[in-house]
């Protein structure tokens, strides 16, 4: 897994007559662009598809009042996420879309670092250490490999996102605290595929119910924040800061909120059954609401010698 970050992006604009140049450019700013066909937009807006942004171009709509209402209703579907509007060349600054506060900020199609500079402020502006999100991921396998023994893993490149919405019906918290951090750990699936999977494997006569499939959850998470702590945390005291905001979750909408318009750090894994070809899609997110110093991150490196001494490791 690479512990370079990427983003998806949706691209409303079909008169790309800077394709190429564009491909570059979405190559060299780690962004997966994606496309989508008009009639299908509004429906996978309303899916639970991840993503940092919108980049919508100001003749998307056959004319501009109809333009205006389908960025509109993008922005009522997905209020979160920043819109980009790539306005055309010599278009009049009067024109009625760019007075739309909907818009966060607007590019040319020969102005591509002022689309560059929107990207780094409302996508990449939390700078993530390499060596975390490596660690995370390492720690994230080797939990997921000691509860699902003889399934593959295989995660995706670790992405932001700003969108929040919840994938799948059931999902764990838990806080992160530390000197440099203040957060939560996010962990998302569905429980059909789960209860397939470990009824597959199981040896019991009574079939699994949703409390193990809690149970299991319960058990990763708590797998990797005991090694995000004993990693990056170690017995430091967090700093001495009460701050605290309301989650808000809306079942019904899928949407959750940390009160916060942080982008945050995701990743993705499949587990797969070989045998019976079940897979489980599982989404990590973390989330750092109320305090983020990233300058002050640090691994703790475990002294063998300490332990040897303490009784704790032998030698051979």
Partial sequence: MSDVLVSKILVLDEELGHLNEFREFCLANNLVALKVKKHRLMSVLRSNIDLGAILYSETYGGSPAENAEIAYRINSIRP????????ELGSLPENP?????????????????????AIDDYIFSLYYPCDLVRGIAEMTESAFNSQFKGMTLRGETPYIVRDRVIFGEVFSLIPLESAWCRGYMMIQTEEAPLLDVLNHRGQRQEPVGFREVNNLLSEVTNLIWGAFKNRYIGDTAASNQHIQVPLIINHKHKYISFGTENPQLCFFYLLTDEESGESIKVYQRFIFNLSWSPEDFKEILHDSTALVEAGELELF
């Fill in 80 to 87: 979160e996420l920043p819109i980009i509007l790539r306005r």
């Fill in 97 to 117: 879309l760019a007075t739309r506060h909907i818009f966060c900020a607007t590019y040319t199609a020969d102005d591509l670092p002022s689309l560059k500079k």
